[in-house]
């Protein structure tokens, strides 16, 4: 089974940008539907971007024209680029491979999370 590998998270000020990679390994692609989380401290567990099964992508509304994800499928690499990033964007995000039922995507193991990438937006 094929694992995935977050990079790119940082310390950045508000205002600026980031992109996160998503690589996966162990399988010759990435799965169809995939998606990034974030949790921050003290939060629940938020899907903030993702495609589904369909291929459609959609956002959060706490993230939505700011946040775009893409993939590079030559590459097994899916991306979230983080524009305009505010200091309640600071997160650790992941990379899941999701389970969909038409647009409705949650996270296909919900069990293991590893250890994500940090995002820290100073104020």
């Known amino acids: 089974q094929g694992q995935l590998a977050e990079s790119g998270g940082g310390l950045v000020q508000t205002g600026g940008s980031l992109r996160l990679s998503c690589v996966a390994s162990?399988?010759?692609?990435?799965?169809?539907?995939i998606g990034w989380y974030r949790q921050a401290s003290g939060k629940q567990r938020e899907l903030v971007a993702y495609?589904?099964?369909?291929?459609?992508?959609l956002y959060s509304d706490s993230v939505k024209g700011r946040f775009l994800i893409s993939r590079d499928n030559a590459k097994n690499t899916v991306y979230l680029q983080m524009s305009s990033l505010k200091p309640e964007d600071t997160a650790v995000y992941h990379c899941?491979?999701?389970?969909?039922?038409?647009?409705?995507?949650?996270?296909?193991?919900?069990?293991?999370w590893g250890k994500g990438t940090l995002v820290t937006v100073s104020s």
């Open positions: 162990g399988s010759t692609s990435s799965p169809a539907a």
């Open positions: 495609f589904t099964s369909g291929g459609n992508i």
């Open positions: 899941k491979s999701l389970k969909c039922t038409g647009y409705v995507c949650h996270a296909s193991d919900m069990d293991y």
